[in-house]
C-alpha cells in the first residue's frame, strides 16, 4: 500500500511548531496526489489548509494504542515527532523515565526520588529478559552481566548526557545492580569498595554548575572484575580531561569541588583545626560564584560520609589528613595576597597569614616562595635571566600553582583508589561503565568544550556502526536479504581534528614556539581549512573564533585560552621548590619518574589514563590535547573490544521542575545523543518486527474462518499478509519474525480497528432492532387488553334491560326446585345402601370377635407351660451371671481399699523423711547460731575493752584541756594588762581579729552540727539493725515451735506404724489360712454350679414333656378342616394367631414362677457362701492395702519381683526407701552446712562492718580532737571544747546500747542452742525407729521369697523404652538419620515413627540416670539430624520429612518433661513414661531453633521450585482464552517460536502446590505448621506477580486484570479444596486481588476516584499511582487514564499514612511458631520395623 493513500479522513499528522516543535492535526478531507494543500483541525479546533510537498508530506501520528510504547522501535512510524511525543507520554503522563529506543535506554532526569531502585526491584530484574519487563537501567545492567556470563566476553555500559542529566546516578545505579546481583562469597566485601569509591570520586570530581547540582567534571570508565564464576573481585578506574580551571575560577552561581566546602564545614572539628580553615566564604577559590550552599546538601555529614569511604576502602587516616592538608593548602593558597609594584613588578609580604600557613602545611622555604610566585626564570644559551612579573602574571602563576597540585592530588586519589580495588589473582572477564560528558554547547565554548565534543564525535563514530552492525546481524539471523542502508559517517569531522595537520596537530606545533599565540594558531586554521574543508567555518562577525560542524550541531569555538590550556604549564623553579618539600606527599607529586601501579593484567593492555609526568624540559612535555588523544584512543580500542550498551540521559528542562517537559531542550539532546540516527536507520529498512505468535493473536479477528482451519500458525500469517497488503516490498517473512516497512502496521491497525467497528454497528444493529421489537411487542399486547375490556364493558351497557332481568330471575327459580329435587332422590338411595352395608359388616365383625376368643383360650393354655419353661431358663442365666458379677465386685472392693491403705502408709513414710530433714537443717542452723554468737561475744569483750581504754583516754584528755583552760585564764589577765597599755591602732588589730574568731567559732558550730547529724543516721542505722535482729529471733522462735509439733507428730506415726508392722507380721503367717479357704470356697462354688446344670437339665425334660401333652391334646388337622383359606387370610388379619401367641405367654409365666421359687432358694445358699467369702475378704483387703503401699513407691522393685498375689505385691520397696530417706538426710545435711556458711559469711560482713563504722567514728572523732588542740590557743573556741567532749560521751552511750543488744542476742542463742539439743536426741531416737523397721522388712522379704515359688510367671509387659548401648549411638544415627529414606518408608509407619524411636532411648538413658550417656546421645543426634538437613539442603521430600520428625520429637520431650502444662491431654499411662532425673529444656530450646532452620530451608527450596512459574502462570498465561490482545514489543522483545507448549501455566502452579501439599501430609507435617507454609507460599506467589505487573506496563489493562483475578479463584478453590481456609492464605493475595479490581474499574469520574480509595486499602498511595499510570489500553475503545484522574486519587489519599514504596518485599517471612500438640501414640506400643535396620535396639 502506498504511504500517501494513508492521508485519509480522521487520521492525524504531525506538522512543525514554534514552542512545541511538532503540533498535532486532524485530516478533515481525504488527501488526492497531486493536492498541494493538507485540510487540517488543529487540537485547539481551528481549520487550516497545510500547504505540502507531494514528495514530503507531513509525518503522520500512530494510533493512540502504540503510543506510550516501552520502545520506539515499536511505534508504526518513525520519525522525529512520534519519538518526542511517546517520550512526553511516559514522561509527564505515565511518569515513566526510562524507554528503549532499539539497542539505546533513554533515561530523563525527574528531578525527583523515585521507589524504584531498591534491592526488591534489583532482585524483580535479575535473571529476566530485557524486552519482559519495563524499561530499566537495571534491566541494562542486566542484559550486560547476562551477556558476560553467557558468551564470555568483555561488555561496555556508556553512559552519556548533557550536564544534570542523570549520568553520574545512573552510572552509580549500574554498579550498584552489579553488586548486588553478583556478591563474591569471599570476607573482602569487593562490591562495598567498588560502591564505595563513588563517593570519593564525586566528591574531588564533582561540582555545582547552573545546570546540576552535582555535575560530573571529568569522564570516568570503571571495570568491574569477575572471576569464572561471575563475582566480583575487584575494580579498576581511569579518569579524562579533569576541569582544573574550577579550582581557580567558577561562574556565577556556580561552586568549586565539593570537596573543598566539605572541609571547610568540618573546620571546627578537632581533627581539622591544625588546617587552621574557616567558613567557605573566606576563601577566594570557594567564594567566586557566590554559592558555597546547595539547598537540601549537608557538607558536614557528606565529610564524615567521605572519611567513612576512605576508610572502607583501606585508606586510613594519616592518608587521609595528607590529602586533607594538600586541599588546605590550595585553599590557602588562593587566598595570597600579590600587590602590584609599579607596572611590571609584584610583590607578596613575608607576613602573608595564609602564605605562612601554605608554606607551613606543605613544609616549603617561605622565601623561596614569595620570590619565584612574583619572579621567572628565563634560560638562554649564555645566561639565565631573572624576570620579575606584573601582577596578573603573577597570579596567573599562583592559579596554575593551584590546578597542577590539585590536578595530581586527583590523579594520586584516584590511583590509590585503584589500589584498594586491586586484587591478587585473574580477571576472568569485566564490565566498564563509562561515565562520560555528553556534547555541549554553549553561549562562549573554549578548549575543554572542544575536547568534550571530540569525544562524543568519536563515540557517536563507534555507536553508529554497532547499530549498523546489529541490524546486519538482525537481517542474517532471520534470513531476510541485507540491502545498505545509507548512515551519517562522522570520520571527516575526525579527521578535521586528528588527522595529520589538523586542529590537535596544528595547535601542539603552535604550543612549542616560543612567542605562540592564539591568534597566530586560528590564523594557521583559516588557512588551512577555510573554504577547504565544508565542516569548517570562519564566523562572518569575528575573527577570533572557529565554527566546526559536529554530528548534533554547529559549535562556535572562542580561540582564546587554547594555547595556555593545552601546554598547561607552570613555572619550572616552583616545580623545583615542591619537588624539595619535606612534607613526602607533596615531593612525590614532581618526582621525575614517580613508581607507577599498574592495577591488575587483564585482556586488554590498559596503561594509565594520564601518563607519567616526564622531564621538565618543554620540547619534550606532552601538551593536553595530545594526552587526551591518546587516552580517547586507549578509549576506543577497549570499547571496541567489548559489547557495548548504551544509556542516553536527557534533561527535561533547565529549571530542574520534576515531570516538566520541555520540548525544544529534549529535541536538541535527541538530535545529539544518536536517539533519532538510530530511529532514523531502522526507518530505512523495516522498523516494525512481530513475532509470528504476535502478530497472529492480534490481527486474528481480519482472517477468515476457512484460513483459520489451517494448523500451521506460520502458514496463516505469511497467507493473510499476502491477502492484505499487496506489495510485497512492504514486509519480509524471517524464521521468526515477519519485518514490515514504516506505516504497514498502523495500515494493518486501521484494517482492524475498522473490521472492529462494522463489528461494532452490527452488534449495536442487531441489539437497538431486539430492543424496539421487545417494546413494539408489549405496547401491542397493552392495547389489545385495553381493547378487550372496552368492547365487553360497551356489550354490557348495551345488554341489561328490564325483559331480560325477569328472564333471568324466573329461570334462576326453575333451577332452584330441580336442583332440590335430585339432590333429595340421591340422599334417599345413598341413605337403603349404608344401612344394608352395615348389617352384613357387623355380623361379620360378631363371628371374628368369637373366633378370636376362642383362640385365646387355648392359647393362654400353650403360653402357661411355655414361659415357665423360660422362666426357669433365665433365672438360671441370671443366677450364673450375679454370681460372676459379685465375685468379681468384691474382688474389686478389695483391691480399691488395698491400694488407700497403701497411699496412707506412703504419705506417712514421706511426712516422716520430711520431719526428720527439717530437724536435720533445724540442728544445723542452731549450730550456726551458736558459733556466731560465740564470735559476736568475743568481738563484744573487744569493743567493751576498747571502750573502757577510749574512756580513759578521754579522761585524761578532759584533765588536760582544764589544765589549758587556766593556763589560758592567766595569759588572758596578762593580755588585758597589755591591751590596756597598748594604743587606738591596736585596738583596731583587735577589732580585726575578734570578727575571725568569730566567724571561726561559727564555722565549728556548723561543723559540730553536722557531726551531731551524722551521728543520728548511725544511730538509726544501728536501731534498724536491732529490729531486724530480734525479726529473725521471732522467725526462729516460730520455727522452733512448728519442730517442736512436727516432732510430736512424727511420734505418734512412729508408734502407729509399730502397730501396724506388728499387725503386718501376724496377717503375713495367716495368708496360707486364708489361701486354704478360698481354695474350699472354690471347690464349693464349683458344685453349686454342678447343681444348678443337673436342675437346668431336668426342667428340659419336664418342659418337652409338657409340650407333646399340648401337642396331642390338640388336633391341628381337625382345626384345618374346618377353616378354609378365606377364615385362614381372615385370622392372620384381625390378629387371631397374635391371641395365641399370647396364649403361649401365659404358659411362660407359670414357668417362670416355678423358677423364682427355686433362685430364693439358690440365693439363700449363696448369701451364706458370700457372707463367708466377705468375711475371708475384708482380711485379704487389709493384707492387701499394706502390701500395695510398697508396690507403688519404687517401680523397678516391682518388676523385678514378681506379683505373687494381689495381696503382698512389692515390700522389698521399703529397702530403697530407707536408703532414699537416708540419702535425703545426707542431703539435707549438706545443705545446712552450706547454709551456716552463709550464715556465718552475713555474720562476719555484720560484725565487719560494726567495727568499720565504729572506726570511722573515731577516726572523725580524732580529726575533732585536732581541730580543738589547734583552735585551743585562742580565747574564744574553748565553749566549741565542751561540745567535743560531750558528744565523746554520748559515742560512750552508744557503744553501751550496743553491748545491750549483743547480750540479748546471746541470750537468745543460749536458749535455741538447748532446744536444738533436744531436737537432736529426738532425731536420734526415728534413726533407731528406721533401723527397727528395715529389720522387719527383712524378716517380711524372707516370707515372701518363700511363697514366691508357688506363684506362676506374669506376661511380660512393656513400659516404652529403647536398650541400646553407648557405642551403638553412631549406628543409630547412621541407620535411622542418616541412611533412612523416606520415600516408600512414610506410608508404612506412624507419623514421626523415628522421633518417638529416638525419644524412647531418651528415657532409657534417664532410667539409667547416666547424664553423660544422656548428653552424648542428645547431641549425637541433634548433629545428625543438622548432617542430613545439610547434606539434602535442595530436597523438598526429606526437608519436610525432618521437619516433621524433629517437631515429633521436640513435642515427645515435652510432653514426657512432667511439666503441667504439657501433661494435661496425657493419659495415666503416659504420665508413668515421664522423664524422672534430667531436665532437658535447654536441648528443647536447641531443637527448636534446629526446627526453625529447617522450616526456613524448607521455605526456599519451594519458592526456588515455584518461583520460575509465577510469573508465566499468573500473568503471561491466558486461563481465559481469547480475551487478551497482543501489541507489538519492538527491538527489545525477545524472540518466541509458534509453539510455546513447555511455558508454565495456571495448572502447573496449582499441581506444584498439590505436590507440596501430599508430600507434607505424607511425612506427617503438623497442620498448623502446613498451613504457615502455605500462608507463605501464596504470599510469595501474589507478591511476585503484583511486582512484575508493576514493572511491565504491557499487563496493565482490564483484560489482564480478568485474567489475574481468575488465576486467583483458582488458587482459593485450590484452598477450599484443601481445607486450608484457616490459614489465613487467602488474605496474602488481597493486595494482587485490588489490583486486578484496580484493572478493571471505570476509571473517569470523582465517584470513580472515591470507590477506588476505599476499596484499595491493601494497595500503598505509591501503587495505586503506578497501577494508574501503568494502564495501558489494548484496543481503539478503550481509554487511558488521564493524568487529571490520577491526581485527584493521590489527592484522595494524601490523608492515608503507609510505606512509600513500590514493591513487596517478596523475601519476608512471617513468623513461623510452633504449637504443641501432643503424641497420641502410647510408647509402650510402638514396634521398630526391620527396614530400619535396628536390630540391635530391644524394647524395655
Same mark, same amino acid.
Given at each position: ?508 606545533e603552535e604550543c612549542l614556539l616560543p612567542h605562540g599565540a592564539d591568534e597566530n594558531w586560528l590564523q594557521k586554521l583559516y588557512n588551512n581549512f577555510v573554504n577547504k574543508n565544508t565542516l569548517f567555518e570562519k564566523p562572518r562577525m569575528s575573527n577570533t573564533s572557529f565554527i566546526i560542524q559536529h ?48 592495577p591488575f593484567s587483564s585482556t586488554i593492555s590498559i596503561k594509565s589514563a594520564r601518563p607519567v609526568l616526564k622531564s621538565p624540559n618543554k620540547h619534550l612535555r606532552t601538551t593536553v590535547g595530545s594526552k587526551f588523544r591518546s587516552s580517547l584512543s586507549l578509549l576506543m580500542v577497549t570499547l571496541n ?168 330471575? =324466573?329461570?334462576? @327459580? /326453575? %333451577?332452584? #326446585?330441580? *336442583? $332440590?329435587? &335430585?339432590? !333429595?332422590?340421591?340422599? +334417599?338411595?345413598?341413605?337403603? =345402601?349404608?344401612? @344394608? /352395608? %352395615?348389617? #352384613?359388616? *357387623? $355380623?361379620? &365383625?360378631? !363371628?371374628?370377635?368369637? +373366633? ?10 400353650l403360653q402357661k407351660y411355655a414361659r415357665a419353661w423360660l422362666a426357669r431358663r433365665r433365672f438360671q442365666n441370671i443366677r450364673r451371671f450375679v454370681l460372676n458379677i459379685q465375685l468379681s465386685y468384691r474382688v474389686q472392693q478389695l483391691q480399691k481399699r488395698i491400694e488407700e491403705k497403701s497411699r ?837
Amino acid at each position: 500500500m502506498a504511504l500517501a493513500e494513508l492521508y485519509t479522513q480522521y487520521n492525524r499528522v504531525w506538522i512543525p511548531d514554534n514552542e512545541e516543535v511538532w503540533q498535532s492535526a486532524e485530516i478533515t478531507k481525504d488527501y488526492k496526489a497531486g493536492d498541494h494543500f493538507l485540510h487540517l483541525q488543529l487540537e485547539d479546533g481551528t481549520e487550516l489548509n497545510y500547504p505540502v510537498d507531494p514528495a514530503a508530506l507531513p509525518p503522520l501520528r500512530n494510533p493512540d494504542i502504540l503510543v506510550g510504547e516501552n520502545d520506539l522501535t515499536a511505534l508504526s512510524y518513525l520519525h522525529e515527532p512520534a519519538v518526542l511525543h511517546n517520550l512526553k507520554v511516559r514522561f509527564v503522563e505515565s511518569k515513566l523515565i526510562y524507554t528503549y529506543s532499539g539497542i539505546i535506554l533513554v533515561a530523563i532526569n525527574p528531578y525527583k526520588q523515585l521507589p524504584i531502585y531498591g534491592d526488591a526491584i534489583i532482585h524483580a530484574y535479575s535473571g529476566q529478559n530485557m524486552g519482559d519487563m519495563d524499561p530499566h537501567i537495571f534491566a541494562v545492567a542486566e542484559e550486560a552481566y547476562k551477556q558476560m556470563a553467557r558468551n564470555n566476553k568483555n561488555q561496555s555500559i556508556i553512559v552519556s548526557g548533557e550536564s544534570g542529566a542523570g549520568k553520574t546516578v545512573s552510572a552509580r545505579y549500574t554498579m550498584r545492580y552489579f553488586a548486588t546481583v553478583s556478591k563474591s562469597s569471599s570476607n573482602a566485601h569487593v562490591e562495598d569498595k567498588v560502591l564505595a569509591s563513588n563517593p570519593i570520586t564525586e566528591a574531588v570530581g564533582n561540582a555545582k554548575t547552573t545546570r546540576n547540582d552535582n555535575s560530573s567534571r571529568f569522564g570516568k570508565y570503571t571495570e568491574i572484575s569477575f572471576d569464572k564464576s561471575y563475582q566480583i573481585i575487584g575494580a579498576n578506574m581511569r579518569t579524562y580531561l579533569l576541569e582544573k580551571s574550577r579550582v581557580v575560577f567558577q561562574s556565577e552561581n556556580e561552586r568549586n569541588y565539593h570537596i573543598f566546602y566539605q572541609l571547610c564545614a568540618s573546620a571546627m572539628q578537632p581533627e581539622f583545626k591544625h588546617l587552621k580553615l574557616g567558613s567557605a566564604e573566606e576563601f577566594n577559590y570557594t567564594r567566586m560564584g557566590n554559592s558555597t550552599v546547595i539547598e537540601g546538601v549537608d557538607d558536614r555529614a557528606n565529610m564524615v560520609e567521605t572519611q567513612k569511604t576512605f576508610a572502607l576502602l583501606g585508606l586510613k587516616e594519616d592518608f587521609q589528613m595528607d590529602v586533607f592538608k594538600m586541599l588546605a593548602a590550595i585553599l590557602h593558597l588562593g587566598n595570597v595576597e600579590i600587590t602590584a609594584v609599579g607596572d611590571e613588578r609584584s610583590s607578596i609580604s613575608l607576613k602573608d597569614k595564609h602564605l605562612n600557613i601554605f608554606c607551613e602545611l606543605l613544609d616549603l622555604n617561605c622565601d623561596k616562595i614569595v620570590q619565584w610566585l612574583c619572579h621567572r626564570k628565563i634560560v638562554t644559551t649564555s645566561e639565565t635571566v631573572i624576570k620579575p612579573m606584573t601582577r596578573s602574571q603573577a597570579v596567573n602563576a599562583r592559579d596554575a600553582l593551584a590546578k597542577k597540585i590539585y590536578s595530581h592530588l586527583f590523579d594520586f586519589i584516584v590511583e590509590k583508589i585503584n589500589q584498594a580495588l586491586q586484587f591478587p589473582g585473574k580477571q576472568h572477564t569485566f564490565i566498564g561503565v563509562l561515565d562520560i560528558y555528553g556534547f555541549e554547547t554553549f553561549d562562549v565554548n573554549s578548549f575543554e568544550q572542544f575536547c568534550i565534543n571530540y569525544a562524543n564525535e568519536k563515540l557517536q563514530q563507534q555507536f553508529n556502526l554497532h547499530v549498523f552492525k546489529l541490524e546486519q546481524e538482525e537481517y542474517m539471523k532471520e534470513d531476510i536479504p541485507w540491502t545498505l542502508i545509507d548512515f551519517y559517517d562522522n570520520q571527516t569531522v575526525i579527521d578535521l581534528i586528528e588527522a595529520k595537520m589538523g586542529i590537535l596537530e596544528l595547535l601542539d606545533e603552535e604550543c612549542l614556539l616560543p612567542h605562540g599565540a592564539d591568534e597566530n594558531w586560528l590564523q594557521k586554521l583559516y588557512n588551512n581549512f577555510v573554504n577547504k574543508n565544508t565542516l569548517f567555518e570562519k564566523p562572518r562577525m569575528s575573527n577570533t573564533s572557529f565554527i566546526i560542524q559536529h554530528f548534533a550541531d554547529k559549535v562556535e569555538y572562542k580561540c582564546e585560552g587554547f594555547l595556555e590550556k593545552n601546554r598547561d604549564t607552570v613555572h619550572e623553579v616552583l616545580i623545583e621548590i615542591l619537588k624539595e618539600s619535606k612534607f613526602h606527599l607533596c615531593a612525590n607529586f614532581f618526582q621525575d619518574n614517580p613508581v607507577s601501579i599498574s592495577p591488575f593484567s587483564s585482556t586488554i593492555s590498559i596503561k594509565s589514563a594520564r601518563p607519567v609526568l616526564k622531564s621538565p624540559n618543554k620540547h619534550l612535555r606532552t601538551t593536553v590535547g595530545s594526552k587526551f588523544r591518546s587516552s580517547l584512543s586507549l578509549l576506543m580500542v577497549t570499547l571496541n573490544a567489548t559489547t557495548p550498551h548504551y544509556v542516553r540521559c536527557i534533561k527535561p528542562n533547565d529549571e530542574k521542575l520534576p515531570f516538566e517537559f520541555d520540548s525544544k531542550r529534549v529535541t536538541q539532546q535527541l538530535r545529539a545523543c544518536g536517539v533519532l540516527e538510530t530511529i532514523r536507520i531502522s526507518a530505512q529498512s523495516y522498523p516494525s518486527r512481530w513475532t509470528y505468535i504476535e502478530f497472529f493473536s492480534r490481527y486474528r479477528i481480519l482472517m477468515t474462518q476457512q484460513e483459520l482451519s489451517i494448523n500451521d500458525k506460520k502458514q496463516i500469517c505469511k497467507i493473510v499478509l499476502q491477502r492484505l497488503i499487496q506489495d510485497r516490498n512492504q514486509y519480509q517473512f524471517g524464521r521468526t519474525k515477519i519485518f514490515f516497512r514504516a506505516g504497514q502496521v498502523a495500515y494493518l491497525e486501521k484494517l482492524r480497528s475498522d473490521k472492529l467497528r462494522h463489528a461494532c454497528i452490527m452488534i449495536q444493529k442487531s441489539v437497538r432492532g431486539w430492543l424496539q421489537r421487545k417494546k413494539f411487542l408489549q405496547i401491542k399486547q397493552a392495547a389489545l387488553v385495553i381493547q378487550q375490556y372496552f368492547r365487553g364493558q360497551r356489550t354490557v351497557r348495551q345488554a341489561i334491560t328490564a325483559r331480560t332481568l325477569k328472564q333471568t330471575w =324466573a329461570a334462576i @327459580t /326453575i %333451577q332452584k #326446585y330441580c *336442583r $332440590g329435587y &335430585l339432590v !333429595r332422590r340421591l340422599c +334417599q338411595l345413598i341413605r337403603v =345402601a349404608a344401612v @344394608t /352395608i %352395615q348389617a #352384613y359388616t *357387623r $355380623g361379620f &365383625l360378631a !363371628r371374628k370377635k368369637y +373366633q378370636k376368643m376362642l383362640e385365646e383360650h387355648k392359647a393362654v393354655i400353650l403360653q402357661k407351660y411355655a414361659r415357665a419353661w423360660l422362666a426357669r431358663r433365665r433365672f438360671q442365666n441370671i443366677r450364673r451371671f450375679v454370681l460372676n458379677i459379685q465375685l468379681s465386685y468384691r474382688v474389686q472392693q478389695l483391691q480399691k481399699r488395698i491400694e488407700e491403705k497403701s497411699r496412707e502408709n506412703h504419705g506417712l513414710l514421706e511426712r516422716l523423711t520430711s520431719l526428720a530433714s527439717t530437724h536435720v537443717s533445724d540442728m544445723d542452723t542452731i549450730q550456726k547460731l551458736e558459733t556466731d554468737l560465740e564470735k559476736l561475744t568475743a568481738q563484744k569483750r573487744m569493743h567493751e575493752e576498747k571502750g573502757k581504754k577510749y574512756k580513759e583516754d578521754s579522761e585524761q584528755k578532759m584533765l588536760k584541756l582544764e589544765n589549758q583552760n587556766k593556763e589560758l585564764k592567766e595569759q588572758k589577765e596578762t593580755l588585758e594588762i597589755k591591751l590596756q597599755e597598748k594604743t587606738e591602732e591596736m585596738k583596731e588589730k583587735m577589732d580585726d581579729l575578734t570578727k575571725q574568731l568569730f566567724n571561726d567559732v561559727r564555722r565549728e558550730e556548723n561543723q559540730r552540727l553536722i557531726l551531731e547529724k551524722n551521728f543520728q543516721n548511725q544511730k538509726q542505722d544501728y536501731e534498724n539493725e536491732i529490729e531486724l535482729l530480734k525479726g529473725e529471733i521471732k522467725v526462729l522462735r516460730e520455727e522452733k515451735t512448728q519442730l517442736q509439733d512436727q516432732i510430736q507428730q512424727e511420734i505418734v506415726i512412729q508408734d502407729g506404724l509399730k502397730m501396724e508392722v506388728g499387725q503386718l507380721t501376724k496377717q503375713a503367717q495367716k495368708i496360707p489360712e486364708l489361701q486354704k479357704e478360698i481354695e474350699l470356697l472354690q471347690t464349693q462354688k464349683l458344685d453349686v454350679e454342678k447343681q444348678a446344670q443337673t436342675q437346668k437339665r431336668e426342667l428340659r425334660e419336664k418342659m418337652s414333656e409338657v409340650t407333646k401333652q399340648l401337642l396331642e391334646s390338640y388336633d391341628f388337622e381337625d382345626v384345618r378342616s374346618r377353616l378354609s383359606t378365606e377364615d385362614l387370610e381372615h385370622l392372620n388379619e384381625d390378629g387371631e394367631l397374635w391371641f395365641a401367641y399370647e396364649g403361649l405367654k401365659k404358659a411362660t409365666r407359670v414357668l417362670e414362677s416355678h423358677f423364682q421359687s427355686q433362685k430364693e432358694i439358690y440365693e439363700k445358699e449363696i448369701e451364706g457362701l458370700n457372707f463367708k467369702v466377705e468375711h475371708l475378704s475384708q482380711d485379704i483387703n487389709h493384707l492387701q492395702k499394706l502390701f500395695r503401699e510398697e508396690n507403688d513407691i519404687n517401680d523397678g522393685i516391682r518388676l523385678e519381683v514378681s506379683r505373687l498375689t494381689s495381696e503382698n505385691m512389692v515390700i522389698p520397696d521399703l529397702k530403697n526407701q530407707v536408703s532414699e530417706l537416708e540419702n535425703q538426710k545426707l542431703d539435707l545435711e549438706n545443705r545446712l552446712q552450706e547454709q551456716t556458711i552463709k550464715l556465718k559469711g552475713k555474720m562476719e560482713e555484720m560484725s565487719d562492718r560494726l567495727h568499720y563504722e565504729l572506726e570511722g567514728d573515731r577516726a572523725q572523732r580524732q580529726t575533732n580532737e585536732a581541730q580543738n588542740e589547734i583552735d585551743m590557743k585562742e580565747k574564744e573556741k574553748l565553749k566549741n571544747t565542751n561540745q567535743e567532749i560531750e558528744g565523746l560521751s554520748n559515742g560512750v552511750m552508744q557503744d553501751e546500747t550496743q553491748d545491750e543488744v549483743k547480750s540479748k542476742i546471746k541470750q537468745e542463742t543460749a536458749r535455741l542452742t538447748v532446744e536444738n539439743m533436744d531436737l537432736e536426741e529426738k532425731l536420734d531416737m526415728k534413726d533407731r525407729i528406721i533401723k527397727k523397721l528395715e529389720d522387719q522388712i527383712k524378716t517380711l522379704t524372707k516370707t515372701i521369697e518363700k511363697t514366691e515359688a508357688h506363684v506362676p510367671p506374669l506376661s511380660k509387659e512393656y513400659i516404652g523404652m529403647m536398650e541400646y548401648k553407648k557405642e551403638d549411638e553412631e549406628r543409630i544415627v547412621q541407620n535411622l538419620i542418616l541412611d533412612l529414606k523416606p520415600r516408600g518408608v512414610v506410608v508404612n509407619m506412624i507419623p514421626g515413627l523415628p522421633a518417638h524411636i529416638l525419644f524412647m532411648c531418651v528415657r532409657y538413658a534417664d532410667y539409667l540416670t547416666d547424664a553423660d550417656m544422656l548428653k552424648s546421645f542428645m547431641n549425637v543426634t541433634i548433629d545428625g539430624i543438622k548432617e542430613v538437613v545439610k547434606e539434602h539442603s535442595e530436597d523438598f521430600e526429606m526437608l519436610s520429612f525432618w521437619l516433621s520428625n524433629t517437631y515429633y520429637f521436640l513435642n515427645c520431650l515435652k510432653q514426657y518433661s512432667g511439666e503441667e502444662e504439657f501433661m494435661k491431654c496425657n493419659t495415666p499411662r503416659q504420665n508413668k513414661n515421664c522423664l524422672k532425673h534430667f531436665d532437658l529444656s535447654e536441648y528443647r530450646q536447641i531443637l527448636s531453633d534446629l526446627a526453625i532452620r529447617i522450616y526456613h530451608q524448607l521455605i526456599v527450596v519451594m519458592e526456588n521450585n515455584i518461583q520460575p512459574m509465577i510469573v508465566p502462570g499468573m500473568l503471561e498465561y491466558e486461563s481465559l482464552q481469547g480475551i487478551s490482545g497482543l501489541k507489538p514489543t519492538g527491538f527489545r522483545k525477545r524472540s518466541s517460536s509458534i509453539d510455546d507448549t513447555d511455558t508454565y501455566t495456571m495448572t502447573s502452579i496449582l499441581q506444584q502446590l498439590s505436590y507440596f501439599y501430599s508430600t507434607m501430609c505424607q511425612n506427617g507435617l503438623d497442620s498448623e505448621l502446613l498451613k504457615q507454609a502455605v500462608k507463605q507460599l501464596f504470599f510469595l506467589i501474589g507478591a511476585i506477580t503484583l511486582n512484575s505487573l508493576f514493572l511491565r506496563k504491557d499487563m496493565c489493562s482490564c483484560r489482564k486484570g480478568m485474567q489475574i483475578r481468575c488465576n486467583i479463584s483458582y488458587l482459593e478453590e485450590w484452598l477450599k479444596d484443601k481445607n486450608l481456609q484457616s490459614s489465613n492464605a487467602k488474605e496474602t493475595l488481597e493486595p494482587l486481588s485490588q489490583a486486578a479490581w484496580l484493572l478493571q474499574v471505570k476509571k473517569i469520574t470523582d465517584d470513580d476516584a472515591k470507590e477506588i480509595c476505599e476499596h484499595c486499602t491493601s494497595l500503598s498511595t505509591v501503587q495505586i499511582v503506578k497501577i494508574l499510570n501503568s494502564y495501558t489500553p489494548i484496543d481503539d475503545f478503550e481509554k487511558r487514564v488521564t493524568p487529571s484522574f490520577v491526581r485527584k486519587v493521590q489527592a484522595m489519599l494524601n490523608n492515608r499514612e503507609d510505606v512509600p514504596q513500590l514493591m513487596l518485599d517478596s523475601k519476608y517471612l512471617f513468623q513461623v511458631t510452633f504449637p504443641f500438640t501432643p503424641s497420641p501414640h502410647a510408647l509402650e506400643m510402638i514396634q521398630v520395623p526391620s527396614s530400619f535396620k535396628l536390630g540391635f535396639l530391644t524394647r524395655v
